[in-house]
């Protein structure tokens, strides 16, 4: 569900156990701090978007310095990034496995570089 909400749109996304996460939307080649998150890569209609990647780190700034997907996403036309803070590294990767478990996002299961 994509709702727009002080000037920053917000997009739901659920796992594979049901649960619902709250992801603000922000364009792709923003510039990020370094905070902890699980994000999701989105090409598309912004209206309709589709989820190319799930992942997550403990610093969103360093991560796509140099992410190891850059290309597949530069490939698949990303032009979204969905943003949900979290500290925890343990609920970080219990989110992605959750969310990657229920959209199988391509560039997920595949070698994509």
Do not use: C
């Amino acid at each position: 569900m994509l709702v727009q909400t002080n000037q920053v749109k917000k997009l739901t996304l659920t796992g594979k156990s049901g649960r619902p996460y709250l992801f603000s939307l922000y364009p792709f080649n923003s510039n990020w701090t370094s905070v902890g998150a699980v994000y999701g890569v989105l090409s598309g209609d912004p209206a309709h978007p589709v989820l190319l990647y799930v992942g997550q780190t403990e610093d969103l700034q360093q991560r796509f310095a140099n992410h190891h997907k850059a290309f597949s996403f530069a490939l698949f036309k990303a032009t979204q990034l969905a943003v949900h803070l979290e500290p925890n590294e343990l609920m970080r990767r219990v989110i992605e496995a959750d969310l990657v478990g229920h959209y199988s996002p391509q560039l997920n299961l595949t070698n994509h570089g």
